[in-house]
Every structure is written in C-alpha cells, then in structure tokens.
Nanobody, 119 residues
Framework: QVQLVESGGGLVQPGGSLRLSCAASGSIFSINVMGWYRQAPGKQRELVAAITTGGITNNADSVKGRFTISRDNAKKTVYLQMNSLKPEDTAVYYC?????????????WGQGTQVTVSS
C-alpha cells in the first residue's frame, strides 16, 4: 500500500500563486508516475499534470505555461507550482500515484486539497 498526503491548498486571488505538495509513504517501490488531478463541482475528475521518476512530464492544455509539476525522488514528494491562477482553476486537487502511464490514473489517491481562486 501507498499513502499520499497533500498540503498547500487554500484561497487565492486571480493571478496569484499556490504550491501543492504530496508526500508518499508505504510501499513506494511500486511508484513510477505521480500526478495531480482535479475535480470541480459538477465536473469529472481531470488530469492536471503527471511526472515520471525520470522527470518526463505531461500537462493538460489548460494549465500549460502556468502550472509546473516537479518531483523530489529522495523525499518521495511531488509538487505542483500553480501561477497565474484563474477562477476556473477552482477545484479539489488530488495527488495520484502508481500508474505506468502519464495519461492514466494510478491506484493510489490522496485525500484531496481545496483550491479556491476568487476575489
């Protein structure tokens, strides 16, 4: 089993920045891809960004140029730096791990952290 603990969500004004963190523990030898998904009210959960242990990334078109995913393998932590935030970025953000693909969900999920972009 793998446990994922997220932190860093909150309320921010449009144009502002937030940094999300997700720390993994447990049977982490099974982790290759880690990523972030988000789910807004009334919408399906969608991929935001994902990264392999080697640093290859996949980013949703809606966040390209604004969000950056990174990873510290020694700390078993993945980060999501979110800049130029927009109201439409408001959602619960979930950390995900265990996939072997940059476009597919893995079996492990964090509890979610709320990001609200509003003036």
């Amino acid at each position: 089993q793998v446990q994922l603990v997220e932190s860093g969500g909150g309320l921010v004004q449009p144009g502002g920045s937030l940094r999300l963190s997700c720390a993994a523990s447990g049977s982490i030898f099974s982790i290759n891809v880690m990523g972030w998904y988000r789910q807004a009210p009334g919408k399906q959960r969608e991929l935001v960004a994902a990264i392999t242990t080697g640093g290859i990334t996949n980013n949703a078109d809606s966040v390209k140029g604004r969000f950056t995913i990174s990873r510290d393998n020694a700390k078993k932590t993945v980060y999501l730096q979110m800049n130029s935030l927009k109201p439409e970025d408001t959602a619960v953000y979930y950390c995900n791990a265990g996939s072997v693909s940059l476009t597919a969900q893995g079996p492990y999920w964090g509890q979610g952290t709320q990001v609200t972009v509003s003036s």
